[in-house]
Every structure is written in C-alpha cells, then in structure tokens.
C-alpha cells in the first residue's frame, strides 16, 4: 500500500493536462511511424526511426516526471544559469555549429545532436517570469521591469534570430504577452509595438535587399558561375550572419505571389513542400484515408517533422486535424485556469510562457501546412519527430504540472490582493 502511495504522488498533477499529453504522445508514435516512410526506405529499418522516436519520448517522460516532482520555487534557482549556458551555447552555434538542411543550428556533444536555441526560449520564458514576478506592485509592474526584459532578450534573441528567425519571432511574440499578463504600464508596450513595426519593415526590406531568389532567376552563362562559385569561397562576417537572407527572401516573394498556377502547370520539384502539402490535405475527402494510409508522405521531405499536420490531415480527415488543434487549445485554456489559481505572480506567470510558447508553436506550424503562413521550419510539439524539442517540451509540461500540486492556491473567500512576499 505504501508503495503504490508512493508511485502515485510521483504522478500527480492536473489530470486534464495528463490526458492531453497522452493524446499528444499517441498521436505523435501513430502519425511519426506513418511520415517516416523516406527515413524507412534509406536504412531499410521500417521501426527504427518510431523505435528511436519512441525512445526520446520515453526519455522526455522520465524528464517531465523529475521535473515535476521539483517544487516551483526552485526553478528560480536554474534561471541564472540556463541564461549563461544559452547564451554561450548559441555563440558556440554561431562559431562551429553543425548545419542540417542548410541551418546552423545544432551542436554535437559526444555524438549527440542538441539545438541550444530550444533550451534558450525556456530560460528566456524563466527570466521573464523571474522578473515581473519580483517587480510586482498593487498597481502592476514596476517600470524597470520593462527594461530588464530587454536586455535579457538583447542577449539571446538576437543570436536565435540569426539561423531561426520564425522562433525568433514567436519567441518574442510570447514575452510580449506575458508581459501583458504581467501588468507592464501600456504605454511601454505600445512604444514597443511601434519599434517593432518600424524594425519588422526595415528588416524585410534590407532581406529583399540583400536576399537573392534564386528561384526567379535565369539561365546563367558559365562565367557568371564562375564569379560566384569565387565569392561562396570569400564569405566575410557579414556573409555569414546573413547567409539565410536568400532563404527568407524566396519565402517572402512566394508567400506573396497570390498568382493562381494551373494544376498542369506546377512544378513539383521547385515547390515540392507546399505543393504536396497542398495534395495531402485536398486528397483527404475530409473523412481522411485513416492512419498509415497516407500517400504524400513519400514524397514530402520533412513529413515527420515540419509538415506533420498535413500528414494528419490526410489520414485522420477534417475531424482529425480538429481534434489535434482542440487540444493544444485545452492545453492552453487549463493552464490558464490552473494559473488563475495561483497564489503567487511566479508560478502564474512561469506556466503561461511556457504554455503559450507551445500552443503559439502548434498554431503556427498548422498555419504553414495548410498555406496561411510563409514555411519556417516550426516543428508541431510533442507530436514532430525531433530530439531536443521532444525532451524539452516534456520539460515544459513537467513544470506546468508541477506548479498544478505544488504551488501555494489562492484562498477563493478572500479578496485578492498582490502578494509581495513570496514572488
């Protein structure tokens, strides 16, 4: 008996957010073990890459449970140094890291690959729960809170912006509702919105600049070839840390060709992504082909990972593609309530980010399947084949349920009042 008491409270915590992850998890080995079929076909293994997938999520289990049996006041404690090991972590991605379909964004440690930028959006998300938390007033943030946010974000945003600019921006999208949420005066947050407008348009126009759309191009003699073959030799620091110009431009100038293309006229070699994105999802007949059955994935090269949900779409139907976004959306709301409860502005504020990081990354990566939004290359959590952003997102899911048993609950008969003393 005291055993079984004792299993169990390692697996407390909210249960509706227990039954999402499960779904999440299940979905996840179903839809992975169908998209794999490229991976399959090169190894010639048709279980290694759901066993392998399978595996992380085993390991990201056993990381949510330890994390969530760690009382929230100690996250406090991990933030200072999850800042420092980001911030050299994406230096280190900068100066020798390895590039995987033409983004530098991971390392290697003892044969290990790891993106340090996922381990850098949940210290960031610390961070800024750490702060508003500690500079609450009754009339809401203090000022300065405002300003130590930035500078937290001037060191880590940038060096993510620089091979990711899409987690960049949802990164930064979600600071700025927690800062919301966190009571910083509005008046700072408009001037920001306005330096950020001004930003946003100056950095599309200097990637339209500088960027190169090599899809619009002619053929090139062969001395021309030549002279470009000599600069890709000479790329200075400044090449370097604009290198995904090109990339970004090409989406930006496909995104906005709203020039409708005969279906004779296509080509699928060019826009072979979208296109078979495109297929997967018409050729659903809302009802879906049901799991497994699933024919654009041998032709999609990421439909384990980027366009999963197209993949979903294609095989579970309308209703299924439904369900997988209600989810999230659950995920979401119950966190919210979850927070709402909270006694402290810490805990509150801590599982918000965390839960707005995932739903706004889901959100996203489902906007680019079904062709609202320009490709990124935006897993969907905890359903994409990934490595880091598997353990990592079980991470964030640890600490939400963690904060769900072992936060101190606001006293519901009394009014609420801002509690100073234990932020």
């Not at 998890?25 to 079929?37: G, L, M, Q």
């Not at 048709?46 to 449970?65: E, N, Q, R």
């Not at 840390?241 to 004779?264: C, G, S, Y």
């Not at 082909?289 to 197209?310: C, H, M, T, W």
């Amino acid at each position: 008996m005291k055993e079984n008491l004792t299993t169990s409270n390692k697996f407390k915590g909210d249960g509706v957010i227990w039954t999402v992850f499960f779904f999440l998890c299940i979905i996840s080995i179903i839809e992975v073990f169908s998209a794999s079929s490229n991976l399959s076909f090169k190894t010639g293994d048709y279980l290694k890459p759901v066993i392998k997938h399978c595996l992380l999520l085993l390991l990201g289990v056993f990381a949510m449970v330890a994390t969530m049996n760690v009382k929230c006041k100690y996250f406090k404690i991990v933030t200072p140094f999850a800042l420092i090991f980001s911030f050299f972590g994406l230096i280190a991605v900068f100066a020798f890291g390895e590039v995987t379909n033409g983004s530098q964004r991971w390392l290697s440690l003892f044969g290990i690959q790891f993106q340090p930028s996922e381990l850098a959006k949940g210290a960031l998300i610390l961070a800024t729960a750490q702060i508003l938390s500690a500079m609450q007033t009754v009339q809401g943030a203090d000022r300065s809170a405002f300003k130590y946010i930035l500078i937290v974000c001037v060191f880590i945003v940038p060096l993510i912006m620089l091979e990711n600019l899409s987690t960049a921006a949802l990164l930064c999208l979600v600071i700025f509702i927690m800062m919301f949420i966190g009571k910083v005066p509005k008046v700072q947050l408009g001037r920001l919105l306005g330096v950020v407008a001004i930003s946003a348009t100056l950095a599309v126009s200097g990637i339209m600049l500088i960027g190169h759309d090599k899809s619009k191009d002619d053929v090139k003699d062969e001395k021309m070839s030549m002279v470009q073959e000599v600069e890709k030799k000479d790329d200075t620091l400044l090449d370097k840390i604009f290198h995904r110009a090109d990339t970004w431009k090409a989406r930006i100038d496909k995104f906005l060709d709203n020039k409708e293309v005969p279906p004779e006229d296509v080509d699928l070699d060019k826009d072979a992504q979208e296109s078979h994105a495109k297929i997967a999802i018409a050729s659903s007949n809302i009802v879906g082909k049901g799991p497994g059955n699933s024919v654009e994935r041998d032709f999609l090269s990421q439909a384990f990972s980027d366009f999963i949900y197209a993949i979903i779409i294609e095989e579970m139907g309308i209703w299924g593609a439904a369900f997988v976004c209600f989810l999230y959306i659950v995920l979401l709301f119950r966190t919210a309530s979850i927070a709402n409860r909270c006694a402290n502005t810490f805990p509150a504020l801590l599982i918000m980010g965390f839960a707005l990081l995932l739903a706004t990354q889901a959100m996203f990566n489902m906007a680019v399947a079904v062709g609202l939004v320009p490709v990124t290359g935006q897993p969907l959590p905890l359903i994409s084949k990934g490595g880091t952003s598997t353990i990592v997102n079980c991470v964030y899911i640890g600490i939400i349920l963690s904060v769900s048993h072992s936060a101190k609950k606001r006293d519901e008969s009394l009014t609420p009042a801002t509690d100073t003393s234990s932020r």
